[in-house]
C-alpha cells in the first residue's frame, strides 16, 4: 500500500467519441460495457481513489457506483493528460497520479502497483511508464505501435513511432528491416513497445499541462515528447505480458478471444 504522506489516486479518462471505433467504451464486453473492465482492474490495485473523469453524462450514469468518484469534465480537453489534469488540480497536494487509459480492459493490476511503487521510492522520477518486448515483427513496422528507447537506469530517451533502434548494419545486408526482422530472428529482442500507462506526480503532471504543445510531439504526435523535451524525467518499466489497448474493430475481437479462452465464454 501507499505511504501514509502520499495518495495515490487513479484517474481514467474516459472520453466517449472516438475516431477510428465508435463508441468502444460503451461496447459490450462480457457482458456489461468496456470500460467497466478497466474500472475492476483499477479497483484491485490498491490506491487511494479510482476517478473516472468523463466528457459524457452517458459514460457518467455508467460507471456510477463502480468507481469511487465519476466527474464530468470540459469538452474541450485536447488529450487525456488534459482531462487527468483537470481533476489532478482539485486532489490534495503531493499526490501521484495513475492516468489509466479507458480503453485497457485487460490490464494487470499488478503492473500498475509495480509503476506507483518505482514512483513512490525515487523522488527524482518525474513520470513512470511502462514497455513490453515485442514479439511480432508488424508491431515493428506499425506506426501505431510506439516504441521505446531508455537508458542505463531506464529513463527514456526517446519515444518514436519508427523502428528505434534502427539495425543499420543487418538491413544493409538484407536490404529492408522487414527482410532482416525475417532473417535475424534475435533482432527482435531489441525492440520494445511503449504502453499508454502513466504515473505522475501530481506537481509534474501540472506543469506538463500547462506547457505548450512541443515541435516533436507535433511531428510525432506523441504527447510524452513534450515532457522529454523539457528534461522531464520518465522512468520506463519493462513489465511481463502484453496490454491491448482497444483502438479499432480488430483490437475488440482481440480481447473478445482472449477472454472466451479464459474464461470459456462469450
Known amino acids: 500500500m501507499e505511504s501514509s504522506e502520499v495518495r495515490v489516486y487513479i484517474v481514467i479518462p474516459a472520453r466517449l467519441e472516438s475516431s477510428r471505433l465508435k463508441r468502444k467504451l460503451l461496447l459490450d464486453l462480457e457482458g456489461q460495457p468496456l470500460i467497466l473492465h478497466t474500472i475492476q482492474r483499477a479497483s484491485q490495485v490498491g490506491a487511494h481513489e479510482v476517478i473516472v473523469a468523463t466528457d459524457s453524462e452517458e459514460i457518467l450514469n455508467v460507471v456510477k457506483g463502480y468507481c469511487s468518484r465519476a466527474l464530468l469534465t470540459s469538452a474541450h480537453h485536447k488529450s487525456g493528460s488534459d482531462r487527468v ?27 500498475i502497483r509495480t509503476a506507483i511503487d518505482e514512483m513512490l521510492k525515487d523522488k527524482n522520477i518525474d513520470i513512470t511508464t511502462t514497455c513490453e518486448k515485442i514479439n511480432n515483427i508488424q508491431d515493428v513496422l506499425d506506426p501505431n505501435v ?3 528507447v531508455y537508458d542505463r537506469k531506464g529513463f527514456a530517451i526517446y519515444f518514436s513511432r519508427s523502428p528505434i533502434p ?19 530472428n534475435r533482432l527482435l529482442s531489441i525492440f520494445r513497445k511503449h504502453t499508454g500507462l502513466y504515473v505522475y506526480r501530481q506537481e509534474s ?3 506538463f499541462s500547462q506547457i505548450g504543445q512541443t515541435t516533436l510531439e507535433k ?17 520506463v518499466l519493462e513489465v511481463e ?9 480488430e483490437d475488440f475481437k482481440k480481447v473478445v478471444e482472449i477472454l472466451k479462452g479464459r474464461f470459456g465464454k462469450l
Open 85 to 111: 489534469a483537470e481533476v489532478a488540480r482539485k486532489l490534495p497536494k503531493n499526490s501521484v497520479i495513475v492516468n489509466l487509459q479507458a480503453d485497457e480492459p485487460l490490464i494487470s493490476p499488478t503492473v
Open 146 to 148: 510506439v516504441k521505446v
Open 166 to 184: 534502427f539495425p543499420r548494419e543487418e538491413v544493409m545486408k538484407y536490404g529492408s528491416l522487414e527482410a532482416a526482422l525475417k532473417s535475424n
Open 205 to 207: 503532471l501540472l506543469k
Open 219 to 235: 511531428i510525432e504526435s506523441l504527447e510524452q515528447l513534450r515532457a522529454l523535451e523539457h528534461s522531464m524525467k520518465i522512468k
Open 241 to 249: 505480458g502484453h496490454s491491448i489497448g482497444v483502438d479499432t474493430e
